[in-house]
């Protein structure tokens, strides 16, 4: 069947997916939002759907960490930011009733720690910040330097970059040939500038401008998901992230299966079958269709020499990259700093600092520290104590009395993560042509997942819901 639009997906799902034929029955591999999405649409259409989970826990990378802190306090290891936009969070969320809150990026308070010192993003203080700026950056703030290397290119792209359903138009194909440094490079930019800028490319936090795709760094920032969009309606799930999911599992109850690592998919002409591991022993389902919402990154653990998988689509599983993000949490016993909010990018390895616990109320704090790139992998090859033990005499740099405060900390290291091994996609130089590739189905197996999207960026719940519900409809088509 030829694939349904973004505007299609959208379009079937308000109207309540009118006139879907599901398969009689169905396995999904995965239990992420994603997977969950999918079970939940065929479940309620009469579909016999089973979810295979390899964790002990739905939900994926929207994953919220409640243990070790103390007072109730929580914060999120993954997904946590939903925009107005976000379509398909917000009509889930209706749906199963969960609330919704202020994000915790509302209201911030953004400043720079480089070279041993604060600075805002200010004309002022950019220009008394000692960076190697060129003499017409030292008369910008932070904003005016987006605005001449950004958005005034994503200006030039319009309408067809900021058109509602995407479509790379030969206008901007060849911004996917080109990484976002060597663009940012060509417009003039100098380097200590897009050091400046970088913190405000959300999608990039976890990978390297210079092999990142220019073509989807654009399409994200002439988007309403940018942070240079952010506005009061920005919001997150109430009580955690983690409600979403298990909302979905609630509505499961009985056709989700967790720690039961899939080994094994193949087809024929006739049916499909999953082998996968339960106590110890291989078992095997077999079902008329397959959704396979694994992350690429980890699908290597799953054999697919029996699936009639065509040599592109294996291609594109070896090449896809993700993003390596490594989270570090410091619970204190109270705030030592400061400021409300407070939201720091900085020169150490520790890249960026923040206060992740904004509008908790009590004394004590919990302090989140992000690295990304070859600093995550650095960290994430030490101990879990040596982790938080670094994280430490980092943030002592930036707020002294960290140590003197500490209480607790633990870490997630994404690409150690099992079954997951990575954060979110990184669109790399040329992914316009793996992105097809991706989302198409083979026979009875389909793939979901943030990283089928439509979009070229991942890292969004939303994205990852909308391939649900686009494989639901080519599922029922």
């Known amino acids: 069947m030829r694939e349904p639009t973004q505007a299609q997906v959208r379009r079937e799902l308000e109207s309540g997916l009118p006139g879907l034929r599901p398969p009689r029955s169905a396995v999904v591999v995965g239990a992420g939002l994603a997977g969950l999405a999918t079970a939940y649409e065929l479940a309620n259409r009469g579909c016999d759907v089973t979810v295979l989970e390899a964790s002990e826990r739905p939900g994926g990378r929207a994953y919220t960490l409640r243990h070790p802190f103390a007072d109730g306090m929580h914060v999120e290891a993954g997904a946590m930011t939903i925009t107005p936009h976000c379509h398909y969070v917000h009509h889930y969320a209706r749906e199963l009733g969960v609330e919704m809150d202020v994000a915790d990026l509302v209201d911030s308070q953004f400043a720079y720690f480089m070279g041993g010192r604060f600075f805002g993003p200010d004309q002022e203080s950019v220009a008394g910040s000692g960076l190697a700026l060129t003499t017409e950056e030292r008369d910008l703030d932070v904003a005016g330097m987006i605005k001449r290397y950004v958005t005034g290119l994503a200006d030039e792209l319009r309408p067809d970059l900021a058109a509602e359903e995407w479509r790379p138009t030969p206008k ?103 082998t996968f591991l339960e106590h110890g022993r291989l078992r095997s389902i077999t079902a008329e269709q397959v959704v396979i919402t694994v992350p690429f990154s980890a699908i290597r653990h799953i054999d697919l020499g029996e699936a009639r998988l065509p040599s592109d689509k294996v291609e594109v599983m070896r090449k896809l990259k993700y993003s390596s993000i490594v989270r570090v949490y410091l619970q204190v016993r109270r705030q030592f700093w400061q400021g409300r909010a407070v939201s720091y990018s900085t020169d150490l390895p520790v890249r960026w600092l923040r206060d992740a616990t904004p509008r908790t109320e009590g004394p004590r704090k919990i302090l989140e520290c992000l690295l990304t790139g070859w600093r995550a992998r650095a960290i994430g090859a030490m101990t879990a104590e040596e982790r938080v033990d670094f994280a430490l005499d980092q943030v002592e740099q930036v707020l002294p009395g960290a140590r003197e405060h500490f209480e607790v900390g633990t870490s997630v290291v994404w690409d150690k993560q099992p079954y997951i091994e990575g954060s979110y996609i990184l669109p790399e130089v040329g992914h316009e042509k793996l992105a097809p590739v991706i989302r198409r189905p083979e026979g009875r197996i389909h793939f979901a997942g943030e990283h089928a999207g439509f979009e070229p960026n991942g890292g969004s719940m939303t994205f990852a819901l909308e391939s649900a519900v686009r494989t639901v409809v080519e599922l029922g088509a």
């Open 172 to 274: 901007l194909l060849p911004y996917d040939e080109r990484s976002v440094y060597d663009v940012l490079r060509e417009r003039g930019a100098s380097p200590a500038a897009i050091d400046l800028m970088e913190p405000l490319f959300l999608e990039m936090r976890g990978g390297d401008l210079k092999s990142a795709s220019a073509l989807a760094w654009l399409r994200h920032e002439a988007s309403p998901h940018s942070l240079t969009h952010a506005d009061p309606r920005w919001s997150k799930i109430k009580g955690g992230t983690d409600r979403l999911p298990h909302a979905f599992a609630d509505r499961l109850r009985g056709r989700i299966h967790y720690r039961k690592p899939v080994v094994r998919v193949r087809q024929d002409d006739d049916t499909a079958e999953v």
